[in-house]
């Protein structure tokens, strides 16, 4: 590791490359460029022409922008910075990702009217199918040719699109709700289960197809998720996953909360990656404010990050050998989390959300005895791990269950926008960190792990090494802590740094302004992203100049991943399907938010 | 009038053992699990934790008896008692200690034990039907198949035994145990009576039928109260019943030195149990077409060969 640390470097992105060549092969599909503080290329183009400059992204630009990394949607109604962008109502957000060239391309569609329409991407992603659904169930934007547009987040009987402007945030401000009988039957009626709204047959030649409810309650959906089960026999026909039922609002909440009372939130979104889930949000607001995070800071949420990371894959080791029988790991498991939570607990008082990253910083310093605390449990964190190897992953029942078992290649993992240890499985050593050192990774050694099959056991074994990995930058973070600040001063840090607010004026009223109102981010959008627990996460905020965010999105590696599951299901056991669910590792609150 | 005093309390006797067995196993699990997984288990009611059966009893016993709307009744309530009443009546004809036994003379003993065990597998069929529930369904599926396919060569692995000793009487097995317990010309046949006893009872790695993580609790989903309790004292004392036969059949029943007979039979009876619950502390799950591969393919061949060498070996000696 490098003694001297540098602030995060901007990742390099060939913007006037790429664009250049968009605008050269397809006449008028590039309108405007928009300036984004994320430097990713931001182009404008028309419901006509953006299908096939998406095309060409895909499948003829040099690099490919083979993924979909998101797909999202502003209610621009009411902003008032939008100095240069094509006047719009609704913009609809297509964040492309090329891997290979680690480059990144957006591009935004104009939308006019109360009820806009746009053409479907469900034909060029895969992975386009569940994005338009949210922006359809959340927006009211229809897109056109959608083989299935249904709401997805929040039940078929919900009126309005919550993530409009003029809908309410608040239940006090909806209204006195009564259920009447009606209501309640209107209710019932829509839970009743009919196969063909589904897009499942119920015979097939002489063959009755048996369909199986699993979930939202069942010991190993993991939280409140359902899958409904096209069987014949054990042997699966079809699944259809159904979400939605841990919808929070998280990104409603982002719109009324301010910028810095909205970090706890954040915590709440993979709730097994406490802070970890900070980290892209505060990162994505110090970039539009311009603040510089000191080095002890960085190392501090590095350190965080990666013991929440361990933390969070433990939890899956875990359940995942439970899902298959096994009962003991679990436990052993949790008495080793446990150690990283008093860990945590010492440092920031809590242990499973403790929203310790500020904006500019962490919440306070180290407390002393921290270094004691971190080395005892990296001495002994890698003897359990050894002895793990012998317990789960050299357990020849739970190779035969696991082997072979919902594998998927590169190419899949691409199209359906998988990240994380899924996509490394596939053999691509494509990790956030390494590729785009963010938050002072690049001072960091450490390996990625990649496997080869792309199956369940590869997916286990990416997160055990990855542990393996975690403890080596944390025993970097040990010995390398740096003195200094732990917060940014910077007038938009939240909370400022004390010390000098009752000796000098302007301190005192930037204090003042923060802690009451909360510090005013300067108008502006950017895109952070992270190499969260599961994947890629990032948060793509956009300020209008007020106290809180004017759309905050967040995009979570869980939401595409559940989607695949039919994909890689068919023709599998239930048993296989209950070892696919728990190799994804994914919670509910990351995918519903 | 003696004989017939003796009798009834060997009859009593036995099933009120067996009982207290089965219950006290409970807690037993729990705790064993508890000390291979670093945590307590019940420890809070009476002397570390063993009043915890009777709290449990109790709590069970007062449960609202509920039968699901949807279930067949009769079936729904007879399913339960079939698996109670057949493992009571397997153990039978086991000889604990060459007084205590009730039927241990039977000259077909070992085929009414393996009749009776057979019997119940219908309490796990008819229950998952009778529950009309579609993860109950799945679960006596699998528990049909899954016993079905490891009852034969459950069978077969006894011929061998059958052989040496020249007789189904389990009294007389045990006897010719006297000098060279079975365990040791019959190694493989022990190995595999061993596998097919933990599928017959459908324990981890092969509780298939339950399958907790797939299929919620399998056949007994949509059992509460005294009837899901008599499952699990049919499931205890069926442990308990296995453990024995092999105790029977491949460990000399009750021989061994300086102990009395019946201390040996105990011994070596719960030493199995214990390995029992270890398989279920240290396993995962096997898959239904895995399980249903391994015992057509491994098993039942094994039990054949084994079948014909031992077969082999008696000609040859009595040649």
């Known amino acids: 590791m490098a003694v001297a640390l540098s602030p995060s470097v901007k990742p390099s992105i060939p913007a006037p490359a790429i664009v250049g060549e968009l605008s050269a092969h397809c006449a008028g599909g590039v309108q405007t460029l928009q300036a984004t503080c994320d430097g990713i290329p931001t182009l404008w183009s028309d419901a006509a022409h953006f299908r096939e400059l998406l095309r060409y992204a895909k499948h003829e630009a040099t690099p490919r922008f083979r993924m979909l990394l998101d797909l999202t949607a502003i209610d621009e109604r009411l902003r008032a910075h939008r100095d240069g962008q094509p006047a719009a109502d609704f913009t609809v957000v297509y964040h492309l990702m090329s891997l290979e060239g680690n480059a990144d391309l957006r591009v935004k569609v104009a939308l006019q009217g109360e009820k806009p329409s746009i053409p479907t991407i469900t034909d060029l992603w895969c992975n386009a199918n569940w994005y338009e659904r949210e922006v359809w169930d959340l927006f009211g934007i229809e897109f056109t040719g959608h083989p299935d547009l249904r709401r997805i987040l929040l039940p078929p009987t919900w009126v309005g699109h919550p993530l409009r402007k003029d809908h309410p945030a608040r239940r006090t401000e909806m209204g006195h709700y009564a259920l009447t009988p009606e209501k309640e039957l209107a209710e019932l009626e829509a839970m009743r289960f009919h196969p063909e709204q589904w ?4 015979t097939e030649g002489t063959t009755d197809y048996l369909f199986l409810n699993l979930g939202p309650n069942h010991p190993s959906v993991h939280g409140v998720f359902r899958v409904i089960l096209q069987l014949e026999g054990e042997e ?38 406490g802070v970890m889930n900070n980290f892209p949000y505060v990162m994505t607001v110090e970039r539009m404010a311009g603040i510089e995070v000191p080095q002890r800071a960085q190392v501090i949420r590095i350190m965080l990050s990666e013991l929440f990371r361990i933390a969070s894959h433990l939890v899956f080791y875990g359940t995942m050998t439970q899902d298959l029988g096994q009962l003991s790991p679990v436990f052993y498991m949790f008495t080793d989390r446990e150690r990283v939570f008093e860990i945590i607990e010492a440092i920031c008082g809590f242990r499973m959300h403790p929203a310790w990253f500020r904006i500019g910083g962490v919440a306070a310093d180290l407390p002393q005895g921290w270094d004691r605390m971190v080395r005892e449990f990296l001495d002994y964190m890698p003897k359990r791990l050894a002895e793990y190897d012998k317990l789960v992953m050299k357990n020849r029942v739970f190779k035969a269950r696991t ?5 998927y290649t590169l190419d899949d993992a691409l199209e359906w926008g998988v990240t994380g240890p899924g996509l490394r499985a596939c053999g691509f050593d494509w990790d956030y960190r390494k590729r785009r050192p963010y938050g002072g990774f690049e001072n960091f050694e450490f390996d990625v792990p ?5 199956d369940c056991y590869d997916r286990v074994a990416m997160r055990v090494e990855e542990m393996r990995q975690s403890l080596r930058i944390i025993r970097q973070c040990l010995e390398h802590m740096p003195a200094g600040d732990y917060k940014a001063r910077h007038p938009l840090t939240t909370p400022p740094i004390k010390d000098r607010t009752m000796r000098d004026i302007e301190t005192l009223i930037t204090h003042f302004l923060n802690v009451s109102w909360g510090p005013a981010i300067p108008p502006g959008e950017a895109c952070l992203a992270i190499e969260a627990t599961k994947g890629i996460n990032s948060y793509y905020l956009v300020s209008d100049g007020e106290t ?29 399907l209950i070892a696919i669910i728990g190799s994804i590792d994914f919670v509910m609150a990351d995918v519903d938010r | 009038m003696n004989t017939l005093g003796i009798g009834l309390l060997n009859v009593f006797g036995i099933l009120a053992a067996l009982l207290l067995l089965a219950a006290v196993l409970t807690w037993v699990e729990r705790r064993l699990l508890g000390f291979w997984q670093d945590r307590y288990g019940p420890n809070r009611v009476g002397f570390a934790g063993t009043l915890q059966i009777a709290a449990d009893m109790i709590k069970i016993l007062f449960k609202q008896d509920w ?3 949807f279930a067949q009744r009769r079936i729904f309530v007879l399913a339960p008692a079939i698996v109670m009443v057949a493992v009571f009546f397997a153990f039978g004809v086991v000889p604990v200690t060459p007084n205590i036994g009730i039927g241990s003379d039977l000259n077909i003993g070992l085929l009414f034990v393996l009749a009776m065990s057979a019997l119940s597998v219908y309490s796990v069929i008819l229950a998952g039907w009778a529950s009309n529930s579609k993860y109950s369904l799945l679960g006596g599926m699998r528990a049909a198949a899954q016993m079905l396919s490891y009852e034969v060569f459950m069978g077969l692995s006894l011929v061998g035994v059958i052989t040496l000793a020249g007789s189904f009487n389990l009294s007389e097995i045990v006897a010719a145990q006297r000098d060279l317990w079975y365990v040791v010309p019959q190694f493989l046949g022990f190995v595999i009576f061993f596998i097919a006893g933990i599928a017959e009872t459908h324990r981890l790695p092969f509780d298939l039928p339950e399958g907790e993580n797939e299929l919620g609790a399998g056949f007994h989903t949509e059992y509460s109260g005294m009837k899901f309790g008599m499952f699990f004292v049919g499931e205890y004392a069926g442990i308990v019943l296995i453990s024995a036969l092999i105790t029977t059949l491949f460990l000399g029943g009750w021989y061994g030195p300086w102990l009395p007979p ?22 995962p799950r096997l898959r239904y077409d895995q399980l249903m591969a391994y015992g057509w393919k491994v098993m039942l061949p094994l039990a054949l060969v084994n079948l014909l060498v031992t077969g082999a070996i008696v000609v040859t000696r009595s040649a």
């Open chain 1, 450 to 454: 990649t496997g080869s099959s792309g």
């Open chain 2, 67 to 69: 039968v699901p709307p």
């Open chain 1, 403 to 407: 082997k072979g078992i919902g594998a």
């Open chain 1, 236 to 273: 699966i026909v079809d699944a259809v996953p159904d979400i939605g039922f841990h919808h929070r609002a998280a990104e409603k909440m982002g719109e009324r909360q301010t910028w810095h009372t909205y970090i706890p939130y954040t915590d709440r979104i993979d709730y097994l990656g």
């Open chain 1, 199 to 202: 897009g499942m047959k119920r």
């Open chain 2, 262 to 283: 019946l201390a040996w039979f105990l011994l070596k009876t719960l030493a199995f149990v214990a390995l029992f619950i270890l398989l279920r502390a240290a396993l």
């Open chain 1, 548 to 576: 809180m965010s004017y759309r905050t999105r967040i995009r979570t590696p869980s939401f595409p991943h559940l989607q695949m599951i039919p994909a890689i299901s068919r023709g599998a056991l239930v048993a296989d």
